[in-house]
């Protein structure tokens, strides 16, 4: 069996579907399906008694792409709050409760929260963006781009 804690999680064992090759480098492993494998993961946490735990909630997080800065503005929080609860792994029951029906509505659900996720994903890119505009015989043109290196604008 394999440990597999690439996900961020620390209690996840495969049986399969994985395979180890013997590199220069060392042991290095491949997950097949690794989205699936996910997707189950993330199906299995919704389904968890009691609150997450920080890891949870940020493998949650992540699996629906928004950074810890969106995950708070939806609550009306800071991104350093959402931050202290991945770390410390005291996450309010609200927060707890919004991003499990999140993830179940992108996995299972008809779509409509994923249009909302897509939305606030946007809206970030928006936020932190600038306009450079540059003059070329006399006129002007301009390109959104983004303040922060990790955020591309599509």
Request: hydrophobic share 35%.
């Amino acid at each position: 069996m394999y440990h597999y804690t690439d996900c961020g999680l620390s209690n996840v064992w495969l049986k399969n579907g994985y395979n180890e090759t013997n590199t220069p480098y060392g042991k290095a492993v491949s997950i097949d399906d690794a989205d699936g494998l996910h997707n189950l993961l993330a199906i299995q946490l919704t389904e968890k008694k009691g609150r997450l735990t920080g890891k949870e909630f940020r493998f949650l997080r992540t699996l629906l792409c928004l950074s810890q800065q969106s995950t708070g503005q939806m609550q009306g929080l800071t991104e350093q709050a959402v931050s202290l609860w991945e770390r410390t792994g005291k996450v309010p029951v609200q927060a707890d409760a919004i991003l499990r029906m999140l993830v179940l509505e992108k996995l299972i659900g008809d779509g409509k929260m994923g249009d909302i996720i897509n939305r606030i994903n946007t809206v970030e890119r928006l936020v932190n963006q600038k306009i450079v505009a540059t003059e070329h015989k006399k006129k002007w043109t301009s390109k959104a781009q983004s303040e922060k290196p990790e955020l591309a604008i599509a």
